[in-house]
Every structure is written in C-alpha cells, then in structure tokens.
C-alpha cells in the first residue's frame, strides 16, 4: 500500500518504549550529525516500485537524495524498502527503530505526508521540510471522451486505478459504487498509464506525477481535475522524517531543501522526469 493520502486514511503505530537503563542501550543510536560526519554517508530510505520518485534505483527522489548528500557533503547510500501496511510501519521500520529483519533505520525517509494527523500519531519522528505538492488527478483519452466537465462523463467509460490506492478508494465508493463495474484494478499506476496508452482503457485516474511522467503533455491524453467528496482538492504536500530528536540533522536537511528550491535545481529534478514539481 503507498502511502500519498490524506490523514483519515492514516493508522496510528505506537509502540510502548521501556524505560529501563538496558532496553534503552539496545535501542539503534541517533543519526545525530556527528555521527553522519564520522561515517561519511547519508542513508535515505526510497519506497520501491514507486515511479516516477524511486524505482529500481531511478526517480525523483532518488535525485533528490543524491543531492541532499553532496549539499552535506556526504556519499549517499540508498535504502529501498516496500511499503507497509500503514504509515506508522514505515515510520517505525525505516526511521526511529528498524525493521525486526535487521533493515534500517535510515537517517532520512523521503516522500512522507507532511501532515498534523500523521504527526501527533507518530511523536518520535519529525516530519518537515515539504518539497512537493501531489494530487489525484483523472487522464483521458481525448478520442475516447472528447469532453470533461464532471465524472458524470465517466459513465459507462473504461477507468483504470492502481490497487489499493487513494484513486481506486474515491473511484470504487463514489455513488455507492455507480461507477465499480467499469473500473480496471492494475498492480500499479504505471500498468493502468500503459493500457491507456495503447486504447484498452477511456481514462484512469492516478497521481498527477505518475500521470505527466508518461505522457509528458501529449495532448491525446490531457488531464482534468475530478471532484470527489473524499478527495482533497488542493493535494496534499510530500517531505521527509528523521527521529524526533535528530534537530541538527533536520534543520541541515531542511536548509539543503531550501538551497536547492532557490537554485532551480529541485525544479530541474522534477522536470527531468517529465514532471512538475509544485511548491508547498
């Protein structure tokens, strides 16, 4: 499950901490920033199978994570993972205690909801530094649906979703279900993009950044904004997590973001995989 959404879709992850002297030593040290200098890399965490951001070694935020490293002054060592079952999981795995296989904890996390929500649920990572606006967005064929003005236009019309998606939620519950007998469930965005692509589909609706990374304008298949009673219109915004208490490794990672907004070089991240990037 990805976890873009918006926070009635979060699930609370807490764990109880003891307090005793030996459980506490136990614990994975901090990624405090003179450990980071004496080690020399900066680990991030990518989710995997997650275009355009970070797919086997490529994406977004795989870009952006070379970055932050050469602005620390820092090699970068990448840690991909698939997606739990809920955002506390990963937080969890992958940010202030690692995974029970040994996996992790890295000093960073990319592409968290930057939300209030997810934030109290979660007090022992912060969560900051925004870097990127997504939003659902709906991709047609033009040939196929000449006009759009409202998801009236979706009756009766073949609509693609990923499983287990913020789309495929809002598509499938709209209406009780008017429109479910039509809808395809592929395993990924980028599966449901490709059918559409080669006419098996009428429209899907999926991330604006999985959508503009594969048809990079093609005016055969523009985009529209859908409107759905669960679907938050503005999107939603995107940043990263250390733990809690790593502050001079975030306030370094947040000045790093903040340089290469003002440089142009995030933008020009973004724009090399065919997307563009919104600012929070």
């Not at 006009?147 to 939620?169: C, N, P, Q, T």
């Amino acid at each position: 499950m990805r976890h873009l959404i918006f926070s009635a879709v979060f699930h609370a992850c807490r764990k109880v901490i003891a307090v005793l002297a030996l459980a506490a030593a136990a614990l994975p040290a901090h990624a405090d920033w003179n450990k980071l200098q004496q080690s020399g890399a900066l680990r991030v965490a990518v989710y995997n199978e997650f275009a355009p951001f970070s797919d086997h070694g490529a994406g977004i935020d795989i870009d952006l994570a070379e970055a932050l490293a050469k602005k620390l002054k820092l090699r970068l060592t990448l840690l991909p993972f698939p997606a739990g079952e809920n955002l506390g999981d990963d937080l969890r795995n992958m940010v202030w205690k690692g995974h029970y296989l040994g996996y992790g904890p890295a000093d960073v996390l990319l592409h968290v909801p930057v939300d209030s929500h997810l934030m109290a649920e979660n007090d022992k990572v912060q969560i900051f530094a925004p870097y990127h606006v997504e939003a659902v967005r709906l991709v047609r064929s033009a040939q196929a649906i000449p006009a759009f003005d409202s998801i009236e236009a979706l009756a009766g019309k073949r609509v693609g979703v990923e499983k287990v998606s913020i789309a495929a939620m809002v598509l499938l519950g709209e209406g009780n279900g008017r429109f479910r007998d039509n809808v395809r469930i592929f395993p990924s965005a980028a599966a449901a993009l490709e059918e559409l692509k080669a006419g098996r589909l009428d429209a899907v609706l999926a991330n604006r950044s999985e959508i503009e990374a594969v048809f990079r304008g093609d005016p055969a298949f523009p985009l529209a904004q859908a409107t759905f009673q669960r679907l938050p219109r503005n999107g939603w915004a995107v940043g990263m997590a250390v733990r809690k208490d790593d502050q001079d490794v975030a306030r370094l990672l947040q000045a790093a973001v903040n340089e290469l907004r003002d440089s142009g070089e995030l933008q020009a991240i973004f724009a090399r995989h065919g997307v563009r990037m919104v600012q929070p």
